[in-house]
């Protein structure tokens, strides 16, 4: 659904889900099928992990590999610096397109201007690139600087066959899974924590 909506709609996926719902275990699964063409910022929750610097010195890491095929060269990475990597990843993506994957935006427990700073690092009005990001909350309205309006989709609670598929060989009767299921409103990291403990 993702890639068909970046071929077809839009050039920027916004995917939502509630906390455990398996955005991140996505995000990752989608960088890890195309590193070359994809850059990969997954921010936690720490105030370091969350600074411009930091996400800003890793993309350009990811954009140095790419672009030339080795490490970046400079420990730090200012504005102008910045500005020339993200451009040169421009040209090369004449030639491939590059998706970028963010995962971990969000505005609750984040603050408003910190979430608009994170998001004013992407070039999200390149019409060369494609944009996937994941978030607990609709953050449509911040990342209205995209190309075309991000579509939303929402990561839905998995289903009782599937839940059946998980736990057909740990639990034996349904009720048993349904009750799970019921307990963990569908969402598969609780459900993971569930069968970690069985």
Not at 48 to 62: F, P, W
Not at 92 to 117: C, F, M, N
Not at 155 to 181: H, Q, T
Request: proline share 4%; with cysteine.
């Amino acid at each position: 659904l993702i890639l068909r909506a970046l071929e077809i709609k839009t050039n920027a996926v916004l995917v939502i889900g509630e906390p455990l719902s398996g955005k991140s275990t996505l995000a990752a699964d989608l960088y890890r099928k195309a590193p070359k063409s994809s850059i990969g910022v997954f921010l936690g929750t720490d105030s370091y992990s969350r600074s411009k610097e930091y996400i800003q010195l890793t993309i350009a890491e990811q954009i140095s590999w790419i672009t030339g095929g080795e490490p970046l060269s400079a420990g730090t990475v200012g504005e102008s610096d910045y500005r020339r990597v993200v451009f040169s990843l421009q040209k090369h993506s004449r030639r491939q397109k590059i998706t970028w994957i963010i995962d971990g935006l969000t505005i609750g427990g984040t603050d408003t201007r910190l979430l608009e700073e994170i998001i004013s690092i992407f070039p999200l009005g390149f019409r060369e690139f494609d944009f996937i990001f994941t978030a607990e909350d609709d953050i449509t309205k911040q990342l209205n600087g995209c190309h075309r309006p991000p579509k939303l989709v929402e990561l839905i609670s998995v289903s009782p066959d599937e839940a059946r598929a998980y736990f057909s060989d740990i639990l034996k009767e349904d009720a048993d899974i349904n009750e799970v299921r019921a307990m963990c409103s569908g969402v598969i990291g609780h459900m993971a924590m569930i069968r970690v403990l069985l």
